[in-house]
């Protein structure tokens, strides 16, 4: 299987899961995707998968600074449902990456590795996207505006050619080359770029002790 070279550039994301140890599908259980796998799993690359491998890989990134992520440990909130626009295609990626699935979900061993009801939709998020770890709750709001990474202007007339059937081979093959370089450029030219992926921290509000409760304590 032949894909493009800029993929390997592409950082790759470790993870680690507790159900892959005990089941003996990976060493300590863990295990390596890279952009080339949410390709596959997808059947094409877009700016559209381009931006869910990589704002989960920023997510985790951002809640497991000293140690491996934790496939399975944690919970993804959605702003909208999958049947909105392309929120189907983010969410495969993401149960990839993550383990965290809706309702079809794994429901897991005796009530361990469970990742049925990961995935939930959570209409008052202001970002795209939340993570939350279960263990310790600590959580990451995240988002990506790819239209910010400009396309080539031959990309529009080459894309309603091939829409149309009336693309020739050089034409599509034209359109093809021009398509990855903007997602290639999106991912390496802009994947720290804020203005392009946003990571922002969930800030807790501490608990609020009753008056009565502060004096008996």
Request: charged letters at 25%; proline letters at 8%; glycine letters at 10%.
């Given at each position: 299987?032949?894909?493009?070279?800029?993929?390997?550039?592409?950082?790759?994301?470790?993870?680690?899961?507790?159900?892959a140890?005990?089941?003996?599908?990976?060493?300590?259980?863990?295990?390596?995707?890279?952009?080339?796998d949410?390709v596959?799993?997808a059947?094409?690359?877009?700016?559209?998968?381009?931006?869910?491998?990589?704002?989960?890989y920023?997510?985790?990134e951002?809640?497991?600074?000293?140690?491996?992520?934790?496939?399975?440990g944690?919970?993804?909130?959605?702003?909208?449902?999958?049947r909105?626009?392309?929120?189907?295609?983010?969410?495969?990626?993401?149960?990839m990456?993550?383990?965290?699935?809706?309702?079809?979900?794994?429901?897991?061993?005796?009530?361990?590795?469970?990742?049925?009801?990961l995935?939930?939709?959570?209409?008052?998020l202001?970002?795209?996207?939340?993570?939350?770890r279960?263990?310790?709750?600590a959580?990451?709001?995240?988002g990506a505006?790819?239209?910010?990474?400009?396309?080539?202007?031959?990309?529009?007339?080459?894309m309603a050619?091939?829409?149309a059937?009336?693309?020739?081979?050089?034409?599509?093959?034209?359109?093809?080359?021009?398509?990855?370089?903007?997602?290639?450029?999106?991912?390496?030219?802009?994947?720290?770029?804020?203005?392009?992926?946003?990571?922002?921290?969930?800030?807790?509000?501490?608990a609020?002790?009753?008056?009565?409760?502060?004096?008996?304590?």
């Open positions: 299987m032949q894909l493009p070279p800029y993929f390997d550039e592409i950082p790759r994301l470790r993870v680690q899961d507790p159900l140890r005990v089941l003996g599908a990976a060493r300590d259980g863990v295990l390596e995707y890279g952009f080339a949410a596959r799993l059947g094409h690359a877009c700016p559209t998968v381009a931006s869910a491998y990589w704002m989960t920023l997510a985790l951002h809640l497991y600074p000293d140690s491996l992520p934790q496939r399975g944690l919970q993804v909130e959605f702003r909208d449902d999958a909105h626009g392309n929120n189907g295609v983010i969410a495969m990626v993401v149960q990456l993550t383990g965290a699935a809706g309702s079809t979900g794994f429901k897991g061993l005796g009530g361990r590795f469970g990742r049925a009801g995935m939930r939709y959570r209409p008052d202001l970002a795209l996207l939340r993570f939350t279960k263990d310790t709750r959580a990451v709001d995240v505006e790819p239209s910010k990474v400009a396309a080539a202007p031959a990309i529009e007339p080459l050619k091939v829409a059937g009336k693309a020739s081979a050089v034409e599509e093959a034209e359109l093809g080359t021009l398509w990855q370089a903007r997602v290639r450029c999106l991912l390496l030219d802009y994947g720290r770029d804020p203005g392009v992926f946003m990571v922002r921290p969930v800030l807790r509000r501490p609020i002790v009753p008056e009565a409760l502060q004096e008996t304590a």
